[in-house]
């Protein structure tokens, strides 16, 4: 009825049944009879199956558990809701003739979640500090669905008929979940000009010039949307044929990360290309302070050219 199951009571219908109604025509003659009563003598066909019909009771009774369940997903700015509207559809019977859901939609419908809701190495639209639109491919920060867990806990969910506002399992996490997950805490590397902020909250704590990976020699600082991996004070960055001691340490993208570097006195502008670092973002000394002491793990760090 759009809210549950329910059995509509059968209806006696009026299609007779000929050879019921011959044989009593015949012997209503034979006895001399002017009127005979059809229904009295059960010449109609009756119903196939009735209301209290025990295998139609189960079937509704099953039908409307497994239906029960209702689950809000909450992502934050946005919610799905899973409800009998949609698990009605995944119904199936089994061998024994029982009605079961069929786990395969369930992995469907969170599969759907995750194409929909997903970040995790997306292509994103970012604003920048000076209002330009970016668009940023690649890295490793965002969301995304657990889906062999979240498809587990749902099924049985749905078997227990549970009624729940959750957040799914998640195999990557980042710090929002708003549409817009980067969020409001966020360090901003632009390549191109050499320059790199830091909102946190909002409110800029840095703007400064710095000097990123090295053109000439191939060792260009990646792009992408990352999170920040690790933080490390004080730290020796180490590779071929060079210890650089370092007082902030902050990696994102595997060796590649932003640090202080004493052996420069010169950032910005066009140094990067034949003088640039091995891929890491060379920032005063001053300026990684205040990124260290206010930033965490799990920060966006978005880089572009």
Known sequence: NGETYEIQPEKEGTTLDTKKVQKVIRAAVSAGDKAVSLEKKNCYKKPSIYKDDEALKKDCDQMNKLTSCVITYDFSDRSEQLDRNTIKDWLVRDANGD???NKDQVAAYVNSLGYK????GCTRTFTTYDGRQKTIKGGDY?????????????????????????????AYSGLCRDTNDIGNTYVEIDLTNQRMVFYKDGQLLVDTPVVTGCVRKGH??????????????????????YA????????FSGGVGIHDASWRSQY??????????????NTPKDK??????????GVPIVVYE
């Open 268 to 281: 910005g502008g066009q140094i990067y290309i034949t003088n640039g670092s091995h891929g890491c973002v």
């Open 117 to 120: 809701y997903d970040t995790f």
């Open 99 to 101: 009605y079961i859901v």
């Open 244 to 251: 650089s001691p370092v007082t902030y340490w902050m990696p």
């Open 220 to 241: 260009s600082t990646p792009t992408g949307c990352f999170a920040l991996d690790a933080m490390r004070s004080p730290a020796v960055l180490k590779g071929p044929g």
């Open 142 to 170: 965002g969301w995304a669905i657990d889906q062999t867990t979240e498809t587990e806990w749902l099924y049985n969910a749905i078997l227990a008929g549970t009624t729940e506002v959750r957040q799914p399992a998640y």
């Open 288 to 297: 990684a302070a205040i990124i260290y002491n206010n930033i965490s793990v």
